[in-house]
């Protein structure tokens, strides 16, 4: 046998053992997560919480809105906010250089007026250009700053911020009323935690009413489908497994809860990465490290944030590459934590998993779809065997899918037309036939672009949440 086709064979083998690692480890995360949430749902008495809030146990809280040309969803966004359940919050929207009607969305639907607002510079910005207050709502401040980026703006927001806790929230988002109140819940009970961050679900289709998502409708558009089962299963599996055995690596961006003056000894979000959210988590962990404070970063899945997620192929296709990048550029830039006991299990599991199976993982799946069938066709590999390697892949993936939806029919149930539910199904099972191998090659292409340092945010097509 000559040495390539000892080298196909292996590779091959190298490919299957693979699959089987980090399809197991998905399993595994699957168990986890389901007693996770179970616990948390048991546990879950909101009339108690808000008991404990209004007899005084509770931290005031900065929400911070980043936007840059939002006309379409920005009033939604900020009504939404100002509407939570919550006893003492500012809401501060940072336009970052918006050049569209973003500054006079907000100052037609709020009353906007011109003013000061004193603040200490804790971490470096772009020029401030004007700072407003709303004539209706005393906790609303809007500030129109030189653009910076997404980071820059989160970092304005931090510097005038006036709570011990402050929440980023995007301008295209919705926020359930009390999501605060649990997810703040984990603050007071533990003074450990210096971050935590709830679920991301897709709002496209859905009714919205005064900022709020009323009904749940399935969107007809076809991405957007693969999307909702795709938040499900990162969030309800992902997530919720990695913070129920501490290894929690990221916090979306979209909705996520920080202790400030935490956020300010690490630096705040660093600007020259498109990944600001996984950044800051890892460098959070790596500074509370090196100052030797305990520190717990958790994921609560129950408080609800409704996004617009794409609906084209183009758009999804730039997201994720960006996703990519981002990925990246996180645990390159924070690499010390690499198999570093000291770090626990995020350095010891997390870090080596999300490098191995999703950083190495696009290169990886489509170097193996391509000597598999080089091995078929070369007949080093019996077909019939890689069919059901292929078949066994599939199903696994479908199992995954299906499982997270069927959680959320069980402790959520946010879709109440059966049609919708079955409908999920359907895509769940189409996901892993073609969705995931388009995903893998998207994937890839956020690899090359972060090689060679190309791509940036890209732009998103929005539309408002009324018209929905």
Known sequence: MSSGATFIIFYSVFIILYFLAINLSYLA?????????????????????????????????????????????????????????????????????????TIAELTEAFALKPGRHSYRVELKTKQIRHTYRSAYYPNLVVIDKDNGGKSDALNAGINIAQFPLFCNIDSDSLVDTTALLKITDLFVKDWRVVAAGGTIRAANGALVESGQVKTLRLTDSFWARFQIVEYLRAFLFGRAGWSS?????ILSGAFSVFRRKAVITAGGYRTNTIGEDMELVLRLQRTMKRIKRPYKVLFIPDPVCWTQVPESYRGLQTQRRRWQRGLAESLFLNFEIFL???????????????????????????SGYIILIYAIAGGLLNPSFVLLFFIAAVLLGVL????????????????PRLRDILILFFFAVMENIFYRQLHTWWRFLGLIDFLFKKGGWGTMARQSFSNQ
Do not use: C, H, W
């Open 400 to 415: 995954l899918s299906t499982a997270a939806l069927l959680m959320e029919e069980i402790y959520f149930r946010s879709y």
């Open 245 to 249: 055995i501490g290894g929690l690596l």
């Open 29 to 101: 995360l699957v168990v986890v997560s389901f007693f996770s949430i179970q616990k948390t749902s048991l546990a879950d008495k909101i009339a108690v919480r808000e008991q404990t809030f209004k007899s005084g146990f509770f931290k005031p809280i900065s929400i911070i809105i980043p936007a840059f040309n939002e006309e379409a969803t920005i009033a939604d966004t900020v009504r939404s906010t100002l509407s939570l359940r919550y006893p003492d919050f500012e809401v501060i929207v940072v336009s970052d250089g918006s050049t569209d009607r």
């Open 340 to 366: 570093n006991p000291q770090f626990g299990t995020v350095g010891m599991i997390s870090f080596p998993f999300f490098l191995i199976f999703e950083f190495l993982g696009p290169l990886i799946e489509l």
